[in-house]
């Protein structure tokens, strides 16, 4: 049979056809399973931003709590440390107390709500 020239018959146009076909389906569905990929790279990267970040954060609020806590504690102790004892406080009031009830300026009542008062104080 002899070999024709020119152009290319119906079967060579579609093998051809279906060749670029094939080929162009390949190339396009390797493109999205690239893209799809980045894009998971990328929203992973971006999560673990934020947890950093949120740690971060967290840190920081634990160190100003931490100080917080220590500014309090120093501010009590201080205090602590310039008040005069407060049991000896109430046994001056009620020495004086037990006084004025002796010159008779205090009834017993007035001097036992005083009393108790001063203790419960």
């Known amino acids: ?3 024709r020239m020119g152009r290319p018959g119906l079967m060579g146009t579609m093998a051809r056809t279906a060749v ?3 080929t162009a389906t390949a190339v396009s569905g390797a493109v999205k399973k690239k893209g799809a990929q980045s894009a998971a790279q990328q929203q992973q990267a971006a999560a673990a931003q ?3 970040a949120a740690a971060q954060q ?3 609020a634990d160190q100003a709590a931490a100080t917080a806590v ?3 504690q120093a501010q009590q102790a201080a205090a602590a440390a310039t008040a005069p004892p407060a049991s000896e406080d109430r046994m001056a009031k ?3 107390l037990g006084e004025m009830k002796t010159q008779g300026l205090l009834t017993d009542e007035e001097f036992a709500a005083e009393k108790a008062r001063i203790l419960a104080g």
């Open 1 to 3: 049979m002899p070999r």
């Open 50 to 52: 934020q947890q950093a």
């Open 70 to 72: 220590a500014d309090v």
């Open 20 to 22: 670029i076909a094939g």
């Open 58 to 60: 967290q840190e920081v």
């Open 94 to 96: 009620i020495k004086e």
